[in-house]
């Protein structure tokens, strides 16, 4: 905690993925939030930012703006909360629930977005996600469904890719599960070998009444975030996913192979056992001629498979080129500073579901994504 912002060597701007739980608020709580909104200013500005982007001053007159404005101001009043931008979904009870962006530099001056009221629109069904994004299939574990809500998140997840990115994550299923207490994460990409998918957990709309993913002018929900912080695991493990994928088809062949010169060593022997010499001649030269073959090929499933341990003990091309456009900054998100690869989900997350945070936050970094880093890092020899 640290009120004075040049002894605050840990503020910083970034995006906060945390929930602020909040309740609805009437018009009885004006009085206390426009209080509690100039002490917490201390004189700092206030701007409301409109939808061409213009920015109006706006702290002159607190007390006459909007109950969602206030509330927006007293939740992001905490000193923890300098240099973030928080989308938070804020219920009045005159006025319904509204998407509001926050941002508060590290200076303390904030400023404000409101978006109109809204409801989610219908999602689509399952089929109409595999014929949209060529999605694998969606399973169900353990009583969690794919509900309106999960699936539209799912839809918007898929949406804001590229077409590339999309391609790359094709066919993947996605699986929704109630989750592990032990374990509490929104989702998890999974990878075994070849195999992946990512499963999607009840933990991932903990915030879904009180935070939205986006900008207030097209709100998608916030587990959405989720699932694109978890595809953007997907990417980064291309590489070593496309290792293994080849490695299991190379080692599959040789089983093969391995099978049938046991065959034609049977014969032969089978063949020599009879007296039949023309026979035991012509396998034997035809064993010759396999065994330098399988020689060779078992030399390639070893390299193979020394390429894919490579890749799984190292951080790969794609986090490398990201660690570099990081340059040494801090994660975008809290959660992104777990390590190199949490951090580069978190960046990527926000560069498709709020490009602009990301730019706030990392510009170099989302100056990175859209020049398609990330997709050359991968194809780098
Ligand atoms: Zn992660």
Redo the contacts with the bound molecule.
Sequence with gaps: MCAVVPACGGARAYYEMTALNHQPVGEEMRTTLVGHARDCLAGAAVYEVRADRSRVRVDGELDRQPLHVLHAIHLMCDDERRGAEADLLVTTRSGGTRPVSVWREIDGVIAVEVGSAFQWPAAPAPSQLRLRYGTGALFEEAGARWDGISLLALDRALAVLSPAERALVANQPFVRARGDPAAPLAA??LSVGCDQKVRFFDRAFLGHRVQFAGTPHAPMPSATLALV??L??ALHKVPLIRASCRNAAIVSDYNRDVGAFNDLVGRHNRAANRGDRAAANTLSAAIAERQTRLEAAGRAVEASTKEVERLADSPGPVLEAYDDALAGERAPTTYGETNL??SF?ESFCLFRADPAALRRVLPQVAAWFEAGGHLRAMEAK
């Design positions: 998890r990409h912080h978890e953007g695991h690869a949490e989900a």
